[in-house]
């Protein structure tokens, strides 16, 4: 067996000694029978088996009364069998991200399908984790798991770190969690507009890059966003693999990218205090179009329509579960095609309305806003029928179709 096979099959071998344990600990905790009362009674000691006047206490089933309870149980076992944290935190998720999907769908069937029921469930989803992932692994196994977890989101480009550095990119990406839950809850109570709440978190995200760099140097700092030349250029080919593109079709790509890459830089400093600006909206608006555009001169039309499909998150849900959501290749097509389509014709309205502003006209925005919720409401309507109820209600779940005002 070589030595490469054995540092792939590692993980694989954890995750299924995890496993054998729960299935091990559970039967032996539903098999054992309970002690008789002639079992326990004292006149039943013999000298050569006395009883113990301490003996310890073994958790039992019986004591097990709440779903949290089970899992410090279960959490305990595996723990002793030494099972490593990082496979005690998939076990705990698996069973979180279970009863979740549970809450998910009843809450579906009881009709709280509008975006707001969804989103508070979700807020609560990411709170109710991250407090039964501490109680189940402990402050110091749970500290590791979700350090682990936010350092992978904040450094990927997985830079080496010092441990000083570990310690405060953590101790960042908690406040700009925190932050961000925050300000949800404040959308969500009706405390602060969508316009106000997404100039908060771009400030909020803005301080965590400075932050970031200050920490680390800008050189450092690209290379752990992945930013830098070296990794753009690898980033570049990666998402680019299917289209297989010449290495001259590749050069003038990768010089599309950059150029891209250092006007959206320049327009983000530019509009860092004003995130919200309309002719920000629109310039940004301008600069895809124009990378696009010479990206499908370089590719040509059908493979840059297929690289857009490649690149899309939610084509890529649609196609990885099609068969669970009642779909299939033409539905996936049809659906992409009409969000596609909603979108654009969202993002052009709202552009010619603000064209005419800044040409002196009055325009009417609460008129812009009914009639893009109107348009919202046939779209969802249109997809309802297509889709029918029940696959519309799962895509919409899971984050695939979201209907309403973009940024304006």
Known sequence: MSREFRRRASPALNVALAVTVVVL?????ENSPAPSARENSPAMS???????????????????????????????????????????????????????????????????????????LQQERERDEDAQMRAALGDEDYKLWDQEKQLREANTGGISLTA????????????????????????????????????????????????????????????????????????????????????????????????????????????QDNPSSPDYADQIQALNQARDQEYQRVL????????????????????KCENIWGLDDNKVDSVYGTLKY????????????????????TVDWAAVNRNLQQFAQQTQVALQNYLGLESFDKMQRNGVIQLGPLAQ
């Open 25 to 29: 600990l559970l039967r032996k905790s």
């Open 46 to 120: 013999t000298p050569e088996a006395p009883a113990l006047t301490n003996p310890p206490k073994q958790p039992a089933c019986a004591e097990i009364t709440s779903a949290a309870d089970r899992r410090r149980w279960l959490i305990d076992q595996l723990r002793a069998a030494g099972v490593p944290h990082h496979v005690l935190a998939r076990v705990v998720l698996a069973d979180l991200d279970e009863s979740w999907d549970n809450r998910l769908e009843q809450s579906v069937k009881d009709g709280k399908r509008d975006a707001d029921s969804v989103a508070a």
């Open 164 to 271: 000083t550095e570990t310690h405060a990119i953590y101790d960042l990406k908690k406040k700009l969690q925190q932050r961000q839950w925050d300000l949800e809850q404040a959308r969500l109570k009706g405390q602060m507009d969508d316009v106000d709440i997404n100039d908060a978190y771009d400030k909020a995200y803005a301080e965590f890059n400075q932050q970031m760099k200050a920490l680390l140097g800008d050189a450092r700092y690209a290379q752990s966003q992945g930013v830098d030349d070296a990794a753009a250029a690898a980033n570049l080919r990666q998402d680019l693999a299917k289209a297989n593109p010449t290495d001259s079709q590749f050069q003038d790509l990768l010089k599309a990218q950059q150029q891209w890459n250092d006007r959206h830089s320049q327009l983000d400093k530019q509009f």
């Open 300 to 319: 040509g039309t059908n493979a840059f329509d297929t690289l857009q499909k490649d690149q899309d998150p939610g084509y890529c849900r649609m196609k």
């Open 342 to 361: 909603y979108e654009k014709s969202v993002q052009d309205y709202q552009s010619q309305a603000r064209a005419l502003e800044a040409q002196g006209q």
